[in-house]
């Protein structure tokens, strides 16, 4: 199944977070998931346990405002049993029926297997495991396409190499500090899968600058990769852009990534999106990026291989 994806795809994790029903505070979050669905980007991304299903719940809440157009522009992921860490078959039903209901749809474009940390890839990929469940969701018609996301590369590389799904999502592993999902994403490529690359900002860093207490895909910056993101910093002032503009148009410009996710979850944001995905970088500058050398990444994904 190819997904008809735009550049972005808007992210809701922290959509919703801390909200009460009824409260002026979700009221809030509708409107922005308003906006985000009233937008030029093909899709939502949202999960099970996204702020404790409070994103699904808020985005729900914007397509009963909005109309049935919108329930087609959300995708969402099953997740683990958050109390049990159960993630077979039966958890993955109860996990969509738990998305669905929040959401007031009864069929989703796509769904992933989201952060399957809790079973090991055989377990999901045996009888009564959690692929079989998303494959009866596709067979059944409920779901129109299944997707894999995470984020360590050798276990992502596993998935795809069944061959059994329509789309990945990787994050913090395709950026211009760490590009080891590109070669699992060259392979779904090949097998007609879409391609999304979240996080490409690597949670952090390249959105506030190399100052102290900078993180990178969730984790404490170190002084190696701080040194050489003030450099890739001097660049960006030099050529007359941002920062944040040029990390986001490295996944937006490459082949390998159908699809760009980035969070929105606060007023404003999707209209800043869209600034800096309109921002032109000049060509020189990723000549400049790639005389930098590798940067000093701080993942690691050795455990998984």
Known sequence: ???????????????????????????????????????????????????????????????????????????????????????????????????????????????????????????????????????ELRESGRVDGIGVAAAPVPLMARYVGTGVFDAVLIHNRFTVVDQSAGVVFADAQERGMTVFNAAPFGSGILVTGPREGAIYDYRPATPELIAWVERLEKICVAHGVSLPAVALHYSLRSPLVDSTVVGVASPGRRAQLDELAATPIPEELWAELEALGPAPSPIDDSRYA
């Open 1 to 135: 199944m190819a997904l008809n994806v735009s550049p972005l795809t808007l992210g809701t994790s922290g959509l919703g977070r801390n909200t009460e029903p009824g409260s002026p505070e979700e009221e809030a979050a509708v409107a922005i998931a308003i906006d985000l669905l009233s937008s030029s980007h093909g899709f939502a991304d949202t999960s099970n346990n996204y702020s404790g299903g409070r994103s699904e719940a808020v985005l729900g809440l914007a397509i009963a405002r909005i109309g049935p157009d919108a329930a087609t522009r959300v995708i969402s992921k099953v997740d683990a049993d958050p109390e049990t860490g159960a993630f077979g078959r039966e958890r993955v039903m109860r996990s969509f029926e738990e998305t669905i209901t929040r959401l007031g749809v009864d069929r989703l474009p796509l769904l992933h297997l989201h952060d399957p940390y809790t079973v090991t890839f055989e377990e999901a990929m045996g009888p009564g495991g959690a692929v079989e469940a998303l494959v």
